[in-house]
């Protein structure tokens, strides 16, 4: 499998470069030669970023832009000259049908963006597991496969009151298959000359790699539990348990996927582990003996995940020459900025 698409060097255009997710992924480009230009919504916010970049990388490793607003149509004008490739993630979830209608503007603007750069010849959105599906108690045996769309998702986004509690989630998961099934639509009816393809992380965990990350990131939550804060939401996210994937990997599986010169219009997993929420609980009490953590959970069983993560493993095998960090490293370097 060859990974030469564009040369080293060249130029990455990253949208949400200063997330947990898209920090890994811009530190994960310089550490394999390439150069990046990222997007916030605020320049000044990310001077502790750049500053930690330009440390570890040299002077001018990364470049910021500002940009307000992704729905705009010209919001990338002059933001594309020399970028072979891109990256794109989402910055904010608004709650209610602003949100579902923002992240399928700004899907099909990007897009279009980069089908108007001659320089673009590869293009990843960063989509999620809940776009495929949502594990649920009353399934005992999921085996989903990478071309459903959680359509549900949606209807329960629209359905429920923006005050309820779960909203936020719904609203997110919804606002991911909407915008990534937006994203195949334009590609398929405008055929641009770029690769497309979309990544799908399940649980994310692992170290930040940008000092001043978000609060509301399945990091953060992580750090909550480990913290015996009152109510962690991280529960929301393991009742029940997906598939954990450490963000390193995530990252190697975004250049990867930007880089290999066979994917094309591929809906590529970021899926590694099983577990249950007590299995973490259990990883701390024996690495961190000093401290207390709050009791295990009693949960009904565990449904039975199963995805064919061939493909995964074989491209993060060859772009790394490893396979999946493991579970145990991911969720005790997930906590060491709270130590």
């Excluded at 582990?273 to 609980?281: P, V």
Aim: hydrophobic fraction near 45%; charged fraction near 20%; aromatic fraction near 10%.
């Amino acid at each position: 499998m060859s990974f030469d698409r564009i040369p080293k060097g060249s130029l990455i255009l990253i949208t949400g470069a200063t997330g947990f997710i898209g920090s890994a992924v811009t530190d994960a480009a310089l550490r394999h030669g390439f150069k990046v230009r990222g997007v916030t919504r605020s320049i000044s916010k990310a001077s502790v970023f750049v500053k930690s970049l330009e440390d570890k990388y040299g002077k001018g490793a990364i470049e910021m832009v500002e940009v307000k607003d992704l729905t705009v149509p010209d919001a990338f004008d002059g933001t594309l000259e020399g970028v072979s490739l891109f990256i794109t993630f989402f910055l904010r979830v608004h709650v209610g049908a602003r949100c579902l209608r923002s992240a399928v503007q700004s899907t099909v603007v990007l897009m279009k963006a980069a089908a108007k750069a001659p320089s673009v010849n590869s293009f990843i959105l960063t989509s999620s597991r809940v776009a495929v599906f949502v594990p649920d108690y009353d399934q005992p045996d999921i085996s989903p496969k990478v071309d459903q769309w959680a359509d549900h998702m949606v209807t329960a986004a629209k359905q429920t009151p923006d005050d309820h509690p779960t909203k936020p989630v719904l609203v997110y998961a919804a606002s991911k298959v909407e915008s990534e099934r937006a994203a195949f639509e334009f590609y398929n009816s405008a055929r641009p000359s770029y690769a497309f393809n979309t990544v799908l992380p399940d649980l994310v965990f692992g170290p930040v790699f940008n000092p001043t990350p978000g609060m509301y990131t399945t990091h953060s939550f992580l750090n909550s539990l480990f913290l015996s804060e009152p109510e962690p939401l991280i529960l929301n996210f393991v009742k029940p348990a997906p598939l954990a994937v450490d963000v390193r990997d995530v990252a190697s599986m975004h250049l990867a996927a930007l880089l290999s010169s066979s994917m094309q219009e591929r809906r590529i997993w970021a899926a590694a582990h099983r577990f249950e929420i007590n299995d973490i609980l259990a990883i701390w009490r024996e690495e961190f003996p000093e401290r207390k953590f709050v009791e295990d959970f009693k949960l009904p069983p565990q449904p039975k995940i199963t995805l064919d993560l061939t493909e995964s493993e074989e491209l993060l095998r060859a772009f790394e020459g490893r396979s999946w960090l493991p579970f145990r490293e991911t969720v005790i370097v997930n906590v060491q900025d709270v130590l």
